[in-house]
């Protein structure tokens, strides 16, 4: 292989170990949002548990099934957990009336409908920038030592 197409590869495979961590970084932090996952109820069950609410209960439960943490238990007042998704669909994000700080994700996981959480994207930036790292530390061994004269007998 050419001196030049190595030192390009090098430089281009450390290009992606340095932007790999600040890109996810920048993907969570300008396409991300906390959101409780739910797995939404049909339209006139949520009716029928907007009317039986009573101030002091869990509000995700109106809207679905909160996933994860005690909250769809009867009498659970605790906050349910939030988790941070990338690239939310408008369509599936809630707000509930009975409490605007909270925003719920309907999500449908029988479906297979499993939006993208901000830790699986930090975890590919880490490990892209560790695979691109070790192969530009390998191509810059190579590279050196492809541009060596060669050695006169």
Do not use: H
Request: charged residues 20%; glycine residues 8%.
């Amino acid at each position: 292989m050419s001196p030049k197409l190595l030192r390009a590869a090098c430089l281009t495979a450390l290009g992606v170990a340095a932007l790999a961590i600040p890109s996810g970084f920048l993907l969570d932090r300008f396409a991300g949002q906390d959101v409780v996952l739910v797995l939404p109820f049909g339209a006139d069950a949520i009716e029928i548990n907007r009317a039986t609410f009573e101030p002091g209960e869990a509000v995700a439960a109106i809207y679905g099934t909160p996933v994860g943490g005690d909250v769809g238990r009867p009498g659970s007042t605790a906050k349910p957990p939030t988790t941070r998704v990338l690239f939310a669909r408008a369509d599936r994000v809630l707000r509930p009336v009975e409490d605007p700080s909270l925003t719920l994700l309907k999500v449908d996981k029988q479906a297979g409908d499993n939006p993208l959480q901000a830790v699986t994207v930090a975890y590919l930036a880490k490990m892209t920038a560790a695979g691109a790292a070790i192969v530009g530390v390998l191509l810059l061994l190579w590279w050196r030592r492809a541009a060596r004269p060669p050695v006169s007998a």
